[in-house]
């Protein structure tokens, strides 16, 4: 039986995702990692199910996925994150654009949701 949270099917999968990270996943992983964001620890190629999110948050349930031009209108994307919304897990999506060159609105757009998750 699979696992839900980090299938070992997929682990070999996951490393390589993590070997190949594109420029815009390099940058975010550098502002999260460590838990230097507001101390919450972010995992990155996490799986949940037959899914591997970019990074993933599990004291928050929050996954965070940064998308590049194949990602425009996709069905996939769209069952994922029904998938995960039905475990109780939130999306924050971000383009690679958007991660490149506008860091601090992605970083204040992660802050906003994580304030709301302390109150």
């Given amino acids: 039986m699979p696992y839900l949270y980090n299938d070992k ?22 502002i999260i990692r460590g838990k230097k964001l507001s101390g ?29 031009s194949q990602h425009i209108d996709n069905t996939h994307d769209i069952m994922r994150t029904a998938f995960l919304r039905q475990h109780n897990i939130s999306v924050l999506r971000f383009w690679n654009n958007d991660v490149l060159s506008n860091m601090d609105g992605v970083c204040k757009s992660i802050m906003l949701y994580i304030a709301t998750k302390k109150t």
């Fill in 40 to 68: 919450f620890k972010f995992l990155r190629q996490y799986s949940v199910g037959s899914y591997i999110l970019d990074f993933y948050c599990p004291a928050l349930r929050l996954a965070i996925e940064i998308d590049g």
């Fill in 9 to 30: 099917t997929i682990k070999l999968r996951r490393r390589s995702l993590r070997v190949s990270q594109t420029d815009a996943e390099r940058k975010i992983w550098n």
